[in-house]
């Protein structure tokens, strides 16, 4: 092939490189891009040609490469429902630096990304349909951070460059798989997990009276059934207690505090607090430990759609063990145990 054609956005004319740009990725020639993370090699995936320039650049390793796109609504006719997660992290991260598995109609998953690069964006929506984007580089190297670093291998394949200047974030999208209650980092990237956590991950409250028994030793085990459920490779939801009547900053009961050693888990560090707007506004799924708490909670959240529950899937109310015997902390403990079980079940069937 010929030297590829280069255009420099930081002097020559943006519409003029989208024009060569979307002719050649007609043609089924392959474009580097830049975008906000590291420069990409764009290819029409309904063109055999391009494809198998791909191939050569990644030594044959055809991958199911991500797609990008305008807009997540270029693929509208391809994916299924989003589930819950998907769409959090778009309004959040979209356009920008995270590509997501998400899953088809037909069944598969499909990695999609909305580039950060207003520029690339333009042209993907000028070319009409998604792009392949895999970054610019044979396997084994280092994915580029500017037009200068591109491999030769892969300009001896592209029929144009787009030089965009060094790239914003230099380093890769994070790929993220989620589902409706958990979510798997596939590659790390940009988007650290203490960003997910705090910013995307969902959020359950589990509510008591006073939020120094049943409330904090049902927080404890359902945290530990959801991440025996869900395996390591995937982060679980947030899980949090609080009371109705609590006061702030009171340690959990020392009977709860022997309880739920016993079963491997340390409760000693828990400190009360109330039920207050901020963290019902943070809240996902609300579960109380009877009917009265789930009543109190439905009317403090009236006119928002938040899911409140009674903890026990079964539907029954939890006794509080307060002011009771050690044996009566162990038989509570053993209860919310099986509760969180079966809860933890449930919400991990609900993200399959």
């Known amino acids: 092939m010929p030297p590829p054609q280069r255009f420099d956005l930081s002097r020559d004319d943006p ?39 791909l191939e050569v650049v990644k030594h044959g390793r055809l991958q199911p490469y991500s797609l990008a796109v305008a807009s997540p609504e270029m693929l509208a006719d391809r994916l299924a429902p989003l ?13 920008g630096p995270v590509t997501q598995l998400l899953p088809t109609r037909d069944g598969p998953l499909v990695g999609v990304r909305v580039p950060g ?12 349909v998604p792009l392949l984007l895999p970054s610019a580089n044979p396997p084994g190297e280092a994915a580029p951070r500017d037009a200068g670093g591109i491999d030769g291998a892969v300009l001896e394949q592209a029929a ?41 991950l969902p959020r359950i409250l589990i509510v008591c009276s006073g ?14 059934e959801l ?63 009877t009917i009265r708490h789930v009543e109190l909670l439905r009317d403090r959240t009236a006119g928002r759609p938040l899911p409140v529950e009674l903890f026990d899937p079964a539907g029954h109310d939890v ?6 015997t050690a044996a009566e902390y162990r038989s509570v403990t053993v209860a919310l145990e099986r509760m969180a079980q079966e809860r933890a079940r449930q919400l991990l069937e609900a993200s399959t």
């Open 15 to 53: 519409s003029a490189a989208r024009d060569a740009a979307a002719a050649a990725l007609e043609r089924g020639e392959l474009v580097v891009l830049p975008t906000e993370t590291v420069y990409g090699l764009a290819a029409r995936e309904d063109r055999p040609a391009a494809l198998r320039r």
């Open 83 to 95: 589930p819950r997660l998907a769409r959090r992290i778009a309004d959040r991260w979209w356009p």
């Open 117 to 128: 690069h207003a520029w690339t964006r333009e042209l993907i929506a000028q070319v009409g």
């Open 160 to 200: 144009v460059v787009v030089d965009g200047g060094h790239t914003a974030l230099g380093e890769a999208s994070t790929v993220l798989e989620p589902r409706a209650w958990v979510l798997r980092v596939a590659r790390e990237g940009v988007i650290g997990r203490g960003d997910l956590e705090r910013q995307i």
């Open 211 to 224: 939020n120094t028994c049943r409330s904090p030793i049902a927080q404890k085990l359902l945290e530990r």
């Open 227 to 289: 991440r025996r459920a869900a395996g390591e490779e995937w982060m679980v939801p947030v899980v949090e207690s609080a009371g109705l009547q609590a006061m702030p900053g009171l340690p959990a009961t020392e009977l709860s505090i022997e309880a739920l050693a016993a079963r491997g888990l340390d409760l000693s560090g828990h400190r009360t607090r109330p039920v207050d707007r901020a963290l019902l506004e943070r809240t996902d799924l609300a579960l109380g430990m």
């Open 319 to 324: 006794e509080d063990p307060f002011g009771g």
